[in-house]
C-alpha cells in the first residue's frame, strides 16, 4: 500500500486536507452567530475541529490502523456534534449518513466494517431520540417521513458498502499485480547481474583448474599433495556447477537433466554435508526417511534446494538444538519436512521469504530462497513456511511421487 502514496499523491492529500481543514473552521466562524457566542457546544466544535485537523494533517507520517480508528472516531464526535448542535441545518444529516465513506480514504477494511457497525448503532439511537424525545420539535425535516428518512439511510448505506467492496477489490489487485511486476523486475536484475558475475568468474576459475591439473601430472610432486590437487580440483567443479545454476536462472528454458532420485540417497548424502557445519555449533540433523520415494527432478538442483533449506534451518537453531527431516510418501506425493525449534518468523518475515536480497542474517545473502522458489516451481512442486516466532519453523516441500524408469529429457 505504501508505494501507493507516492510523492504526487501526497501532494494530492495534503490539498484535500487543506481544504477540508479549511471547510471545517469556515464553519466554525460562520456557527458563532448561529449559537450565539461560545458556550459549551461551542468548544465542543471547536475541539473536535482542532483534534481532526491535527490529526489529519499528520496522519501521513503515523500510517497505523489505530491512529486511522483515532481520525474515524474524531469525524464521527465532529459530525454527531454538529448534527446535534444545528438541527436547523439539514445537511448535517447527510454529513452522518456518510461518515462510513471516510474510510475509503484509507482503504482499510477492517475499519470500514467498524465504522459501518458504529454508524449504525448511532444511527438507531438518532433516530430513537427523534421519534420519542424531540417527536419533531428540532428535527421536524426528519420526523415529517420519519419511515421514508429510514429506508433512504439504509439505501445509502447499501450504497456505500458497495462502492467500498468494489473498488477495494480492485485496488487489491491492482496492488498485487504492481507487487508482481516489481518482483519480476528484481527476479530480471539479479538473472542479469548474477549472469555477469558468473561469466567473470569462471573464467579465473578455469585458469587455476588447468594448472592444478598440470602440477597433478607433474612428478616433482609426491602423491599426498596430488591427492590434495583432486581434492582442489573437485571443489572447483563444485564452485563451477553453482555458477552454472545460477546461469539457468536468468535462462529460464535451459535444458536440465530430469533423473528418477532417490530421495533417501540424496537426504543421506545432503545430511552428510552438512553434518560438520551443524558441528560447529553442536547441532544435530536427525533424518527419518521412509523406503522407496522416488521424484522425477534434477538431482543437482534437488541437492541445492535442500541444502539451502536445512542451512537455513540449522543457522536459526540454538546451540545444541537438532534440525529434524522426514520423508514420506503421502498419496501420489513424497513430501519433505524440515522442522528446527529455532528463532522462527512472523507472519510478515514468511510473507517476504523468496524475495531477492531479503535476508535478516549480517552474512546472509538472501538468494538462498529465491533459488529454492525458483526450483520447486520448475518442477511443479510446492513449498510452504510454517514459522512460529520464537518457538521455530517447519518447511515443507512436496512433489509428485516417480514410480518409472530412469529417463533423462
Ligand atoms: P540467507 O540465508 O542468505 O539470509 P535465504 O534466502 O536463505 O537467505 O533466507 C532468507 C531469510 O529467511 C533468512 O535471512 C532468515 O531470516 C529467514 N529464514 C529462512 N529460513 C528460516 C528458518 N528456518 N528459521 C528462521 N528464519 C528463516
Ligand atoms: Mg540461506
Known amino acids: 500500500m505504501r508505494e501507493f502514496y507516492s510523492q504526487v499523491n501526497r501532494k494530492i492529500y495534503y490539498i484535500a486536507m487543506l481544504l477540508n481543514i479549511i471547510l471545517m473552521i469556515s464553519g466554525l466562524i460562520l456557527s458563532t452567530t448561529e449559537l450565539n457566542g461560545i458556550d459549551f457546544g461551542y468548544i465542543v466544535h471547536f475541539l473536535c475541529v482542532m483534534f ?15 491512529f486511522r480508528k483515532i481520525i474515524i472516531l474524531f469525524g464521527f464526535a465532529y459530525f454527531y456534534t454538529l448534527f446535534f448542535l444545528y438541527p436547523q441545518t439539514w445537511t448535517t444529516y447527510i454529513l452522518i449518513c456518510l461518515i462510513p465513506a471516510l474510510s475509503i480514504l484509507f482503504f482499510d477494511l477492517k475499519l470500514f466494517y467498524f465504522s459501518f457497525i458504529i454508524n449504525g448503532i448511532l444511527m438507531v439511537i438518532t433516530f430513537s431520540y427523534v421519534i420519542f424525545i424531540d417527536k419533531g420539535k428540532l428535527y421536524t425535516y426528519l420526523h415529517h417521513d420519519i419511515l421514508g428518512n429510514i429506508i433512504n439511510i439504509i439505501a445509502v448505506q447499501a450504497l456505500l458498502f458497495f462502492i467500498f467492496h468494489l473498488s477495494f477489490k480492485r485496488m487489491k489487485k491492482q496492488q498485487l499485480y504492481y507487487e508482481q511486476l516489481q518482483q519480476s523486475e528484481r527476479l530480471k536484475m539479479v538473472g542479469q547481474l548474477t549472469a555477469a558475475v558468473a561469466h567473470e568468474i569462471r573464467n579465473p576459475i578455469t585458469v587455476v583448474r588447468g594448472f592444478l591439473q598440470l602440477f597433478k601430472e607433474d612428478d616433482s610432486f609426491d602423491d599426498s599433495k596430488k591427492s590434495k590437487f583432486n581434492l582442489m580440483i573437485d571443489e572447483l567443479n563444485t564452485v563451477e556447477q553453482i555458477i552454472s545454476q545460477f546461469l539457468t536462472l536468468s535462462k529460464p528454458n535451459g535444458d536440465q537433466r530430469l533423473e528418477k532420485v532417490d530421495v533417501k540417497d ?85 510473507k517476504s521469504l523468496g524475495t531477492p536480497f531479503y ?51
Not at 295 to 304: A, G, H, L
Open 52 to 66: 481532526l485537523s491535527v490529526c489529519l494533517w499528520i496522519y501521513p507520517k503515523y500510517e497505523t490502523h489505530t
Open 266 to 350: 540424496v537426504l543421506q548424502s545432503v545430511t552428510g554435508l552438512l553434518h560438520s557445519y551443524a558441528m560447529l555449533s553442536d547441532n544435530q540433523i536427525d533424518i527419518k526417511v521412509e523406503e522407496d520415494c522416488y521424484i522425477s527432478i534434477n538431482k543437482i538442483e534437488f541437492k541445492q534446494l535442500l541444502i539451502n533449506v536445512i542451512k537455513n534451518a540449522l543457522e536459526a537453531s540454538d546451540v545444541g538444538k537438532s534440525v529434524s527431516v522426514i520423508a514420506n510418501r503421502n498419496n501420489n506425493f513424497i513430501e519433505i519436512m524440515i522442522t528446527d525449534e529455532g528463532s522462527g518468523m512472523s507472519e510478515a518475515e514468511v
Open 359 to 409: 535476508s535478516l542474517k549480517s552474512n546472509g545473502t538472501g538468494l538462498g530462497l529465491m533459488i529454492c522458489f525458483n526450483i520447486v516451481e520448475k518442477y511443479g512442486g510446492e513449498i510452504y513456511y510454517n514459522s512460529s516466532k520464537g518457538k521455530g519453523t517447519t518447511v515443507t516441500i512436496r512433489f509428485l511421487s516417480e514410480s518409472g524408469g530412469i529417463y533423462t529429457d
